[in-house]
């Protein structure tokens, strides 16, 4: 059986590139990065070769990239690291800011810090999934230390207006962090003094989400910005992340920035749609002509190109994954980390959906491999397994009896004899 692998926004395919580039620091250069030998110091010369190539694609000077292991980690790293420092002539608790449709490592970050006395403000995003500006304005406090929201959503695909909110949050002279996670490598991202992103402090990004392995991260922290670390160890990542450095992956992590950057010179979002925009249009407008009591969550926000929250309402979300993946493509209910979750997604929740719709959307997010023919195929897969699982929907079935019923009602306007 064919497969089609419709779920990129859970960890994308490794670019045969990236891996052609890794694969030798796995045997034939393996040293350590911190060794003064010549092995270690090829290995130290690979990794600063990843750090610029990275800060390239960012618009960032190299020293502002610090290596972790993934978009959890710097997301944390992000968090307390700013909240775990000593409070200065301010007698309040520090107070952070955030959302609810965050990722859960921002959100389970958020909890554990309210335990420690840290007042946290979630913010709720409008219909279609957007934190609005003014929402932040009126939750700023004197004593805001951070405010932490998203570039892009990882369900939804819905783009954040981060200019806006990060220059709201620095004129409160407090420090912005974004989870960049599904933004990276899909969206520019000028960090740079003159950037439009020259607000962000700090930025989060996970490897495995732009077609590097799983286990390597960047968090990007401006050079104004002093971190308490999460690890204790070594001086690795100029103290800021102890532990020896994972040389292959970072190696990849860098080629993978590599390739990125070249993608969107070549596919540049704001000159309008991109050929994976193009494609997901495809599957969204014959997916909506086909089946009925169908719609797209967030579908009057920007997107990135390759992400559709679709609701089949009257069926579950997780036994159309299963049907889907029975007859060979994958696609997630909601977000991976969700998967078998008994409760609506979070983020679905936060925009207003019914917890029926939420339970009843799933995400499909395509990748650079997508190809159209893999498009025409889901386009007649997805209406035949959501047509046999609402068969078997009470809720269905009711519906469509009450519609026959009404067709057959004799109608009771006319003159009467």
């Known amino acids: 059986m064919q497969r089609i692998y419709l779920d990129a926004n859970a960890t994308t ?37 990843a750090r610029d190539t990275i800060a390239h694609m960012l618009h960032c000077r190299a020293s502002e990239i610090v290596f972790t292991s993934g978009g959890t980690e710097s997301d944390n790293l992000a968090l307390f690291g700013i909240l775990n420092q000593p409070r200065v002539a301010l007698s309040e608790p520090y107070h952070l800011i955030t959302t609810n449709i965050e990722h859960h490592a921002v959100l389970h970050a958020a909890h554990q810090l309210e335990k420690q006395a840290v007042e946290v403000t979630y913010l709720e995003p409008d219909a279609d999934g957007v934190i609005q500006p003014t929402a932040l304005l009126k939750a700023l406090r004197p004593n805001t230390r951070i405010v932490s929201i998203m570039l892009a959503n990882n369900e939804t695909g819905v783009i954040q207006p981060i200019i806006a909110l990060a220059a709201i949050t620095k004129a409160a002279r407090a420090i912005f962090h974004t989870d960049a996670v599904q933004g990276a490598g899909k969206l520019p991202t000028d960090l740079s003094p003159h950037g439009e992103l020259r607000d962000v402090d700090l930025l989060s990004i996970s490897g495995h989400k732009m077609y590097a392995p799983q286990g390597t991260g960047v968090l990007f922290v401006r050079r104004s910005i002093r971190l308490a670390p999460l690890f204790h160890g070594g001086t690795h990542e100029r103290q800021r992340r102890a532990g020896t450095e994972n040389v292959a992956g970072i190696v990849a992590l860098g080629k993978a920035a590599e390739l990125a950057q070249q993608w969107l010179t070549e596919n540049n ?14 599957l969204e407008q014959g997916l909506l002509a086909q089946v009925e009591a169908c719609g797209i969550n967030g579908i009057d926000a920007p997107r990135t190109a390759n992400t559709s929250s679709l609701y089949f309402d009257h069926l579950e979300a997780e036994a159309l994954v299963i049907a889907l993946d029975l007859k060979g493509i994958s696609v997630s209910g909601g977000s991976a980390c969700q998967s078998g979750a008994a409760e609506p997604s979070h983020v679905l929740s936060s925009m ?42 009470p809720s269905w079935n009711n519906l469509k ?11 009771l306007t006319g003159s009467v004899t």
């Not at 911190?34 to 092995?39: F, N, T, Y």
């Not at 959307?361 to 699982?389: G, K, N, Q, W």
Request: proline fraction near 8%; glycine fraction near 4%; hydrophobic fraction near 40%.
């Open 13 to 49: 395919p490794l670019l045969p590139e990236v891996y052609e580039a890794m694969r030798p620091f796995w045997i034939e250069h393996f040293g350590n990065a911190s060794s003064i030998h010549q092995q270690g110091q090829y290995a130290r010369a690979a990794v600063e070769h």
């Open 269 to 282: 979002p704001a000159a309008g749609p991109t050929q994976l925009a193009n494609l997901r249009n495809r």
């Open 401 to 411: 009896k009450s519609l026959k019923l009404d067709q057959a009602e004799p109608s």
């Open 352 to 393: 207003g959906l019914s917890p029926a719709r939420a339970r009843a959307t799933i995400r499909v997010s395509l990748s650079r491999f997508t190809t159209e023919a893999e498009i025409d195929t889901a386009l007649t897969i997805i209406p035949t397994a959501v047509a046999r699982l609402r068969e078997l929907s």
